[in-house]
């Protein structure tokens, strides 16, 4: 099940690095490399909930073999894009096709190690599973830009080998399906699907499109108000996509509310301290990725002990310890990233990823414990479900944050150096988009006065990117304390089998 996920993993952030390369080759606009990288997170975000329940109808081994197949044959497609008017719709719809591969496979892997595993062993489990599998994002860029240096097709060839040998683990592992006799709600899973599909796609534009846009807000609220008819329909379904009784356990709604609060942190701090690192500090593709290790040093080393906390004291110990630890490491780092230092930063961004360790394991087996009549499938459709639509949101919120107090700040600098308004405006526009749009962070620097003035101003500009950075970080800190709130809501009850308990429901009782 690791090699299975371990694809999915590493092609959120492997794209990324090859942007430059891919846009350049196949000629494609700003708006079309940013729907490339969109169209696999939007069909993530729509269809995590249907391979949930697929995995729970039909049998886990069955969608974790039919989904990696959807993904690799996907992987191969989009290296083999053709040049030309082609290219473009080309690669978003096979990159849409891998996303809902993803889809149908990560929550039945994770449902597979679930049911293998029993209550008392299943934190340490599934700390390994979720650590690696968090390890494997950050290696995404650095594997990108190796392999972009010999093609960037590359990059989604690599997939084959290795759904190659997670099918033939998986058929090794004799892995026992145990499909539930009941119907599939088709409708709900349109609805939901709509409804994650229109508002992420909000989000997501909202960076390019605009909050004071129409098109965003008719996404946005569109989006939301298919999901609130979700619900209502949900409710009076007799075998629904998603069981909403689980939310009256209180454990299971802090569960999910600190794993949302946490991911508006921990996916978009990818991008954002990769194109800081290369922005800011100078540094190569491959010595941000680089830098990304130090967070993910603190992540591995506290995933593996909230792990243990779990199996032994239950998840809210973890939980509030990881969120504490990640807003003030957030806050920390924040304070540290205008020294334009790479190695000066290491110990508050270890902090923060031992914040976020010390979170995502416990919070998705908790959840995942709980689950109604051993539906694990669906449950961990639900949570995984809520981890992509808050990392959409945060890319959104930081994103524009980002955009806005970097052009201020460039306009400001620029226009002490005695540019024009309207000159100034129209560099710092150009800084902006090439550090969000294409992925190409080379700042531009033109010719004529403009020119001048930006390759006088180069060192002041790295700093204003640095210090609109700081504010993204300080959102990541804030959201963490945010977190924090949740985990004390956590009633701090444990979930153990029950010899006695009919269908796999298992009782609470007190922490020990």
Same mark, same amino acid.
């Given at each position: 099940?690791?090699?299975? +996920?371990?694809? &999915? $993993?590493?092609?959120?952030?492997?794209?990324?690095?090859?942007? #430059?390369?891919?846009?350049?080759?196949?000629?494609?606009?700003?708006?079309?490399?940013?729907?490339?990288? !969109?169209?696999?997170?939007?069909?993530?975000? *729509?269809?995590?909930?249907?391979?949930?329940?697929?995995? @729970?109808?039909?049998?886990?081994?069955? %969608?974790?073999?039919? /989904?990696?197949?959807?993904?690799?044959?996907?992987?191969?497609?989009?290296?083999?894009? #053709?040049?030309?008017?082609?290219?473009?719709?080309?690669?978003?719809?096979?990159?849409? &096709?891998?996303?809902?591969?993803?889809?149908?496979?990560? #929550?039945?892997?994770?449902?597979?190690?679930?049911?293998?595993?029993? %209550?008392?062993?299943?934190?340490r489990a599934l700390a390994l599973f979720f650590g690696l599998s968090g390890a494997l994002t950050a290696v995404g860029p650095l594997l990108g830009g190796w392999l972009t240096a010999w093609t960037w097709r590359a990059i989604f060839w690599v997939n084959v080998p290795v759904a190659l040998v997670a099918l033939a683990l998986t058929l090794v592992a004799r892995i026992a399906d145990r499909p539930r006799r009941e119907s599939l709600d088709v409708p709900g899973a349109v609805l939901v699907a709509i409804g994650m599909g229109l508002s992420v796609l909000g989000f997501q534009q909202a960076w390019s499109w605009g909050w004071d846009s129409a098109a965003t807000w008719v996404c946005v609220a569109g989006g939301l108000a298919v999901l609130v008819g979700f619900v209502r329909y949900e409710r009076r379904v007799t075998h629904p996509l998603v069981n909403? =009784? %689980?939310?009256?356990?209180?454990?299971?709604?802090? @569960? %999910?509310?600190?794993?949302?609060?946490?991911?508006?942190?921990? +996916? #978009?701090?990818?991008?954002?301290?990769?194109?800081?690192a290369q922005v800011s500090l100078s540094a190569s593709p491959n010595q941000a990725a680089l830098f990304l290790?130090?967070?993910?040093?603190?992540?591995?080393?506290?995933?593996?002990?909230?792990?243990?906390?779990?199996?032994?004291?239950?998840?809210?110990?973890?939980?509030?310890? /990881?969120?504490?630890?990640?807003?003030?490491?957030?806050?920390?780092?924040?304070?540290? &990233?205008?020294?334009?230092?790479?190695?000066?930063?290491?110990?508050?961004?270890?902090?923060?990823?031992?914040?976020?360790?010390?979170?995502?394991?416990? *919070?998705?087996?908790?959840?995942? !414990?709980?689950?109604?009549?051993?539906?694990?499938?669906?449950?961990?459709?639900?949570?995984?479900?809520? =981890? !992509?639509?808050?990392a959409s949101v945060g890319l959104a919120v930081y994103g524009t944050i980002l955009t806005h107090v970097t052009k201020d700040n460039v306009v400001a600098t620029l226009r002490s150096r005695g540019l024009a308004q309207g000159e100034a405006e129209d560099v710092a526009r150009q800084v902006t988009e090439a550090v969000t749009g294409s992925g190409d962070t080379r700042v531009p620097e033109g010719g004529g006065a403009a020119g001048a003035a930006m390759r006088d101003a180069m060192a002041a500009?790295?700093?204003? $990117?640095?210090?609109?950075?700081?504010?993204?970080?300080?959102?990541?800190?804030?959201?963490? /304390?945010?977190? $924090?709130?949740?985990?004390? =809501?956590?009633?701090?009850?444990? +979930?153990?089998t029950a010899p006695s308990s009919p269908q796999g429901i298992r009782p609470e009782v007190p922490a020990r």
């Amino acid at each position: 099940m690791l090699f299975a +996920v371990s694809m &999915t $993993f590493i092609d959120q952030t492997i794209v990324a690095i090859a942007a #430059p390369d891919i846009v350049h080759e196949l000629g494609l606009s700003t708006s079309g490399m940013q729907w490339v990288v !969109n169209a696999y997170l939007l069909a993530l975000a *729509a269809f995590f909930a249907l391979g949930g329940r697929l995995a @729970d109808l039909v049998g886990a081994r069955r %969608v974790v073999i039919a /989904g990696t197949l959807i993904f690799v044959i996907s992987s191969v497609l989009c290296g083999c894009v #053709p040049e030309g008017d082609v290219a473009q719709p080309w690669l978003i719809v096979f990159r849409a &096709t891998q996303g809902l591969g993803a889809a149908l496979l990560f #929550p039945a892997a994770l449902a597979v190690v679930v049911a293998v595993f029993p %209550v008392e062993r299943r934190g340490r489990a599934l700390a390994l599973f979720f650590g690696l599998s968090g390890a494997l994002t950050a290696v995404g860029p650095l594997l990108g830009g190796w392999l972009t240096a010999w093609t960037w097709r590359a990059i989604f060839w690599v997939n084959v080998p290795v759904a190659l040998v997670a099918l033939a683990l998986t058929l090794v592992a004799r892995i026992a399906d145990r499909p539930r006799r009941e119907s599939l709600d088709v409708p709900g899973a349109v609805l939901v699907a709509i409804g994650m599909g229109l508002s992420v796609l909000g989000f997501q534009q909202a960076w390019s499109w605009g909050w004071d846009s129409a098109a965003t807000w008719v996404c946005v609220a569109g989006g939301l108000a298919v999901l609130v008819g979700f619900v209502r329909y949900e409710r009076r379904v007799t075998h629904p996509l998603v069981n909403l =009784r %689980v939310f009256r356990d209180p454990a299971f709604t802090a @569960d %999910v509310a600190v794993l949302f609060f946490a991911m508006l942190a921990f +996916v #978009p701090l990818f991008f954002f301290a990769s194109v800081y690192a290369q922005v800011s500090l100078s540094a190569s593709p491959n010595q941000a990725a680089l830098f990304l290790l130090y967070f993910f040093a603190g992540f591995a080393l506290a995933s593996q002990w909230g792990g243990r906390i779990l199996d032994r004291r239950g998840a809210r110990p973890a939980l509030k310890l /990881g969120a504490l630890l990640g807003a003030v490491g957030f806050a920390l780092w924040a304070g540290r &990233t205008t020294d334009l230092s790479m190695h000066d930063q290491w110990p508050y961004a270890a902090l923060a990823g031992a914040g976020i360790g010390f979170i995502l394991a416990p *919070a998705s087996t908790d959840a995942v !414990n709980r689950a109604i009549g051993a539906s694990y499938g669906e449950v961990t459709g639900i949570t995984q479900t809520v =981890r !992509n639509y808050a990392a959409s949101v945060g890319l959104a919120v930081y994103g524009t944050i980002l955009t806005h107090v970097t052009k201020d700040n460039v306009v400001a600098t620029l226009r002490s150096r005695g540019l024009a308004q309207g000159e100034a405006e129209d560099v710092a526009r150009q800084v902006t988009e090439a550090v969000t749009g294409s992925g190409d962070t080379r700042v531009p620097e033109g010719g004529g006065a403009a020119g001048a003035a930006m390759r006088d101003a180069m060192a002041a500009v790295r700093m204003d $990117f640095a210090e609109a950075n700081q504010w993204v970080f300080y959102g990541m800190a804030i959201a963490l /304390g945010l977190a $924090f709130l949740c985990a004390l =809501r956590h009633p701090g009850s444990r +979930v153990e089998t029950a010899p006695s308990s009919p269908q796999g429901i298992r009782p609470e009782v007190p922490a020990r």
